[in-house]
């Protein structure tokens, strides 16, 4: 009774370690998509509705999802209580603070933190530039991702009840 138990056990924590890891190739996809969303929302309140970077960061933040929207709104806390010496140094210190809660890579972080060194030191239009250069180039990561995704999330899930399984046949 107490190795049937065990086995179970066994079989049950493999198989939610596949899952974890299956569940980072799913989110990453999504986090991206939000990450665009956020960056293309940025744009219209910059470019459009003249919105000052903070409250800029504040809208965007609120409206996407949480692990990324913390990314911006730590981004304007800092800036409204001048703990941070420029718009980049925010943006750089909010990604240092949550950028490993989320799914997202390094690459992403790059490019956000280059788009960072532009927002709120340069024009209207040459921020709308840059904004849409760093879209572009996270559409292509997030193509990137599905890809990994279709690829490995469903083996990694596999991996895991089969790893668990051999463990437990092993035992016996």
């Given at each position: 009774m107490v190795k049937l138990i065990g086995a179970l056990l066994i079989l049950l924590s493999a198989s939610m370690v596949g899952w974890q890891i299956g569940g980072y190739y799913a989110c990453r996809p999504k986090q991206l998509r939000a990450l665009l969303v956020a960056l293309q929302m940025l744009e219209t309140e910059i470019v459009y509705g003249l919105t000052?970077?903070?409250?800029?960061?504040?809208?965007?933040?609120?409206r996407i999802s949480e692990?990324?929207?913390?990314?911006?709104?730590?981004?304007?806390?800092?800036?409204?209580?001048?703990?941070?010496?420029?718009?980049?140094?925010?943006?750089?210190?909010?990604?240092?603070?949550?950028w490993p809660e989320t799914a997202l890579r390094k690459q992403e972080g790059e490019v956000l933190a280059s788009l960072g060194q532009v927002l709120g030191s340069s024009d209207r239009e040459d921020q709308q530039k840059h904004l849409r250069l760093a879209v572009t180039h996270l559409r292509g990561l997030e193509e990137e991702a599905r890809?990994?995704?279709a690829k490995y999330e469903k083996m990694y899930k596999s991996l895991g009840f089969l790893g668990g399984l051999l463990v437990v046949i092993l035992m016996f």
């Open positions: 000052p970077l903070h409250r800029a960061y504040i809208k965007v933040g609120n692990e990324v929207g913390r990314v911006f709104l730590l981004a304007a806390e800092l800036l409204v209580t001048e703990k941070a010496h420029s718009a980049e140094d925010s943006l750089r210190q909010a990604m240092s603070r949550h890809v990994e995704q």
